[in-house]
Every structure is written in structure tokens, then in C-alpha cells.
């Protein structure tokens, strides 16, 4: 992740209307390492409890924490 993620945002994301272009250089490496390392850990915990969330399921939860919509 954390050498792919640069590769498709620079790919695909710079690419979408309105895409903020305010985040570069140094800022863009940290929010890509911060958002490969949650992902990254996500994983592991779905691995640890078995995996018995459908992807769906985690990729709901993702989008959730992405968009702050995930309420405790």
C-alpha cells in the first residue's frame, strides 16, 4: 500500500473535478501514509477476528471512517 497508494492517487484521484489541490508534497506523503496505515491495520483486525465481515461489510466501515459519518 504504501507505494501504491502514491502511484494511484497521481494516477486517478488528481484527475476528479474539484479533487482539493491544496494537499502536495510533504502533506500529500503524510496523508497517504496515514490513510495506508489505517487501511493497513483494518485489514488486520478483520484477519484477527476471523474475517467474518464481507468485504462489503469493511468497505462500508471504510467509507464510513472516510467521510466522518461513522458515529460512536
Known amino acids: 500500500w504504501t507505494e501504491i497508494l502514491p502511484e494511484l492517487h497521481t494516477q486517478f484521484l ?25 487501511i493497513y491495520n483494518i485489514v488486520m483486525k478483520w484477519i484477527r477476528d476471523g474475517m467474518t465481515k464481507t468485504p462489503d461489510e469493511i468497505y462500508r466501515i471504510i467509507k464510513k471512517i472516510s467521510t466522518g459519518t461513522l458515529i460512536a
Open 14 to 38: 488528481d484527475k476528479l473535478k474539484n479533487f482539493p489541490d491544496f494537499i502536495c508534497g510533504d502533506e500529500l506523503e503524510y496523508l497517504l501514509a496515514f490513510n495506508t496505515g489505517g
